[in-house]
Nanobody
Framework: VQYVESGGDLVQPGGSLRLSCAAS????????MGWYRQAPGKQRELVAT???????DYADSVKGRFTISRDSARNTLYLQMNALKPEDTAVYYC?????????WGQGTQVTVSS
């Protein structure tokens, strides 16, 4: 299983980004998938979950601002991030939820700063 995350960038507070995660070796529409993030000096945390049936959950810190979705034909997971805050700065990863520890990708850096 491999994940390739992309879409991270430097953005001003209040801005938006859409992250992508191209998956191989797994059919994401059959799995419970998650977006995780790790800020400097902090543990990796789960911020959004998408179940195979299509329902989703979010960490309180991102609820109402982030939206997780998938494109089954492209086998790609997305994270739409709006109203970004400096505390959203982190490396973002995708994986199953719970995570398969041997399958972490390189992540994509999101920096929110003016």
């Amino acid at each position: 299983v491999q994940y390739v995350e992309s879409g991270g960038d430097l953005v001003q507070p209040g801005g938006s980004l859409r992250l992508s995660c191209a998956a191989s070796g797994i059919t994401i529409s059959y799995a419970q998938m998650g977006w995780y993030r790790q800020a400097p000096g902090k543990q990796r945390e789960l911020v959004a979950t998408l179940r195979h049936v299509g329902s989703s959950d979010y960490a309180d810190s991102v609820k109402g601002r982030f939206t997780i979705s998938r494109d089954s034909a492209r086998n790609t997971l997305y994270l739409q991030m709006n109203a970004l805050k400096p505390e959203d700065t982190a490396v973002y990863y995708c994986n199953t939820s719970p995570a398969e520890t041997s399958s972490w990708g390189q992540g994509t850096q999101v920096t929110v700063s003016s």
